[in-house]
Antibody
C-alpha cells in the first residue's frame, strides 16, 4: 500500500514562492502506470486540481494555474514537489499530494496524503 | 473550466440509500467514461470509492455503486451507516487531458 506525506512551510508571505514536497513510501515514483499530483482545498471550498507529473518529467497542469506552477519529481529520493510562485491570500488552502492514474482511463486519485495547511499572510 | 455541479448536501437515515449526482458537459463527463468518486473525512486522507464510472477499488464496500447517463454521473450509497457521513467529490477527465472536480456534497447520516 503506497503512502504519501506532504511537508513544507505552513506560512508563506504574499508575493513569495510556495514550495511543498511529497514523500512516497511503499512504491516507486518510477512507476510506468502512475502520475503524481497535487490537489488543494481552500478553507470552506471545494477541491482544485493543480497538476501532475510522470517520473519522466512530463506533466499536466491546471490551465488556470499554469503560469505559476511547477510540478517535478525526484526518483532518487522517491519524492515529488510543487512550486507555486507569486502567491496571494487566494492560495491559502490545504494542499494534498496524491497518486494519479493519468489522463483518460487512469483519471482517478487512488492514494492521498493527509494534507498540509498553507496560509499566505504577511 | 467550471467545477462539476453537485448538490451541496444530502441526508439519509441508517439503512436507507442516497444518491449524489455530478453534472458536467460533453467536454468532460459526457465525453468519457473516466469518472471517479472520493470520500473525505475531516483530518483523514481522502479515499477513492469509485473509478471508471462504476468500478470499486479493492476493499471498498459493495454498498457503494456508480453510474452515468449523458453528462451526469451518480454515486449511490445503499444501507447507509454512520461512518458514511463525509464529503464526497466526483472527478472527471476532460477533453484537454485535465482534471475537474465536483463542487462537493456533504452527506449526513441522520
Amino acid at each position: 500500500q503506497v503512502q504519501l506525506q506532504e511537508s513544507g512551510p505552513g506560512l508563506v508571505k504574499p508575493s513569495e514562492t510556495l514550495s511543498l514536497t511529497c514523500s512516497v513510501s511503499g512504491g516507486p515514483l518510477r512507476s510506468s502506470y502512475f502520475y503524481w499530483g497535487w490537489v488543494r482545498q481552500p478553507p470552506g471550498r471545494g477541491l482544485e486540481w493543480i497538476g501532475s507529473v510522470f517520473h519522466s518529467g512530463y506533466s499536466y497542469t491546471n490551465p488556470a494555474l499554469r503560469s505559476r506552477v511547477t510540478v517535478s519529481g525526484d526518483t532518487s529520493k522517491n519524492q515529488f514537489s510543487l512550486r507555486l510562485i507569486s502567491v496571494t491570500a487566494a492560495d491559502t488552502a490545504i494542499y494534498y499530494c496524491a497518486r494519479w492514474g493519468g489522463p483518460g482511463s487512469g483519471n482517478y486519485f487512488d492514494s492521498w496524503g493527509q494534507g498540509i495547511l498553507v496560509t499566505v499572510s504577511s | 473550466q467550471s467545477a462539476l455541479a453537485q448538490p451541496a448536501s444530502v441526508s439519509g437515515s441508517p439503512g436507507q440509500s442516497v444518491t449524489i449526482s455530478c453534472t458536467g458537459t460533453t467536454n468532460d463527463i459526457g465525453g468519457n467514461s473516466y469518472v471517479s468518486w472520493s470520500q473525505h473525512h475531516p483530518h483523514k486522507a481522502p479515499r477513492l470509492v469509485i473509478y471508471d464510472v462504476d468500478k470499486r477499488p479493492s476493499g471498498v464496500s459493495d454498498r457503494f455503486s456508480g453510474s452515468k447517463s449523458g453528462n451526469t454521473a451518480s454515486l449511490t450509497i445503499s444501507g447507509l451507516q454512520p461512518e458514511d457521513a463525509a464529503d464526497y467529490y466526483c472527478t472527471s477527465s476532460t477533453i484537454s487531458n485535465t482534471v475537474l472536480f465536483g463542487t462537493g456534497t456533504a452527506l449526513t447520516v441522520l
